[in-house]
């Protein structure tokens, strides 16, 4: 064929598109190199294991949108921004107007000798100081600090630790409990070291705060030590009189999903959307150590921004497609929800969510993808995308599960969820950079790119409403599960802080056994099955020495008052 022929030739097929879609270009696929070099970046020890609402979660955040913006996506977020805001949890501080007052024995200084508690009741207490030993009523187990007492009017003073010979912990809520209901108006609590608020948050309704050691000795009759009182037989009262003024002013500590678009190039499908997810956050600083969160999700949030890159630099696919990396997925999921209650593409137009969790460690070759069963014809969509790439690809019909997913499955969209599974380094100081499979993510990559484009073009998946896995059948034995999430307060260095509160429940897993208990979000689980509590990590180690099927006694506090109920484990 003659060369002018043949230019004329193809001048028409662009011209009537048959070269492809408008704007299409080869799409260039992430290499193992690049998603090496973006995990590293979240790596790093500025970004502290970017915990969601710290200084490491906000630089991870920043980082994350800057690679989105420097690939040429739109922002998706708040007011034009990358960003979309959400509250992770509501903190306290302290106002202006904290006073304590001893009656000739000066005015020690908030923050320094004393610290009000973060749920205290705001307002005053005004009365004599009764010693009450270490402030626990424990009758059934022959221990009652409270015994032959009235405490109507007054205010205790209690040790903060529990005597050796009672055996357990004592949470500072059962504490707080224990003097409501002998009716103190106040509760002090003798600390070595004041507690930050964010560690004493679980609200209580009586006036409470921590005093140092020598601010109690000035509470004590004329002499006396503390020292010397540990071993006193009973209560009693000081003679000394206190005020004591507690005002606290509530703020929230805020997190932050990055959102990004790439506009669909086809006009009758444009309207709809892909998403394309991550959560970027990880735990960061457990015990002053920090957690690093390559696999966990640095992996993920590296393979869905080769993806950004890569449909990007390809001019973009048929449908819209959006980029959402979440932010505190590993404080329950709380960025994922707040975007399906708040969505910037409508869900009813959402065709389908892929997330990437831990997917960097593809061990002898074997990806996991999850979620096959919320739309026929997702599992054979997977299958062979994963043919061409040597891959076994293993399929999930569960579209539940503990990552973002669920709250777009939950919300009435389709879902993928693909993973490489857990190992010895999850949720550790081991889990680095260097121990992810770049080859292996490279080959992730490769298939999601292909399920992407798929899922950009063809005809829609049509949901499929499963039932969740608390209705299912229970099985009599293996790992227990109760069905309750912990909160996600945090301290000013992000540390997760509820060491003399209990576990604390930010939700309650619909007909579970918490939720077929009565438990309510809120409560604070202070003891399961005889074994004391003092945080929600305490809880979950209580909960891998049960077996499903067992029933424990639950015994934890709602609004002051301690309760007790028996559960049945699933």
């Known amino acids: 064929m003659p060369r002018r022929t043949v230019t004329v030739v193809l001048l028409a097929l662009v011209l009537l598109g048959g070269l492809g879609p408008a704007g299409a270009r080869p799409l260039a696929l992430p290499s193992s190199t690049a998603l090496g070099e973006l995990a590293a970046a979240l790596t790093t020890p500025a970004m502290e294991g970017r915990r969601s609402g710290t200084p490491g979660g906000e630089l991870a955040a920043r980082q994350v949108a800057d690679w989105l913006r420097a690939a040429g996506l739109q922002p998706a977020g708040d007011d034009g921004s990358f960003f979309q805001s959400f509250v992770i949890a509501t903190g306290t501080r302290l106002a202006p107007t904290n006073t304590f007052d001893i009656r000739d024995g000066g005015a020690p200084v908030v923050g320094t000798e004393w610290m009000p508690h973060g749920g205290s009741r705001s307002g005053a207490a005004d009365g004599e100081v009764v010693f009450v030993r270490h402030g626990i009523s424990a009758p059934d187990q022959g221990h009652d600090d409270y015994a032959g007492v009235d405490l109507r009017g007054r205010i205790a003073l209690a040790l903060a630790d529990a005597p050796p010979a009672l055996g357990r912990r004592v949470t500072r809520v059962e504490k707080l409990a224990a003097a409501r209901a002998h009716g103190a108006s106040a509760l002090l609590l003798v600390d070595d070291a004041l507690p930050e608020l964010t560690a004493t948050s679980t609200p209580a309704p009586l006036v409470s705060a921590s005093v140092r050691r020598e601010v109690a000795e000035r509470l004590l009759p004329g002499g006396a030590t503390l020292a010397g009182l540990v071993q006193a037989p009973r209560a009693f009262a000081t003679g000394r009189h206190v005020r004591i003024q507690v005002a606290l002013e509530r703020t929230d500590v805020h997190g932050v999903n990055v959102l990004a678009v790439l506009p669909g190039r086809d006009p009758a499908l444009a309207a709809e959307t892909v998403i394309v997810g991550a959560h970027y956050d990880h735990v960061g600083r457990v015990g002053g150590e920090v957690h690093p969160g390559a696999d966990d999700n640095a992996s993920g ?270």
């Open 301 to 570: 949030t590296a393979v869905a921004i080769g993806l950004a890159r890569a449909f990007a630099a390809a001019g973009g696919a048929p449908r819209t497609l959006l980029f959402a990396l979440f932010g505190a997925e590993e404080l329950g999921l709380i960025g994922s929800a707040h975007y399906v209650r708040r969505p910037t593409r409508p869900l009813a137009q959402t065709v389908a969510m892929v997330n990437f969790d831990m997917v960097g460690r593809l061990r002898d070759g074997r990806l996991t993808v999850g979620g096959v069963d919320s739309a026929p014809g997702l599992a054979d969509l997977v299958r062979g995308s994963a043919a061409s790439r040597t891959v076994s690809a293993s399929t999930s019909g569960s579209p539940f599960g503990p990552s973002d997913h669920a709250s777009f499955y939950r919300a009435g969209v389709p879902v993928l969820f693909f993973h490489t599974g857990r190992h010895a380094d999850y949720h550790k100081p081991g889990d680095t950079a260097d121990k992810l499979d770049l080859a292996g993510m490279a080959r992730i990559a490769a298939i999601a790119a292909d399920v992407v484009e798929r899922l950009a073009s063809a005809a829609p998946p049509a949901y499929a409403a499963l039932p969740a896995p608390a209705a299912r059948t229970r099985r009599p034995s293996g790992q227990a599960f109760l069905g309750v999430q912990g909160s996600g307060e945090t301290t000013s260095d992000g540390e997760r802080r509820h060491d003399h509160d209990g576990a604390r429940l930010a939700g309650i897993v619909p007909g579970a056994a918490a939720d077929r208990a009565g438990l309510r979000e809120g409560d604070v689980v202070i003891r399961l099955a005889g074994t004391p509590l003092a945080s929600f990590g305490d809880l979950r180690a209580a909960l891998r020495e049960r077996r499903a099927g067992e029933r424990v006694d639950v015994v934890f506090i709602r609004d002051g008052e301690q309760r007790a109920v028996t559960a049945v484990l699933d």
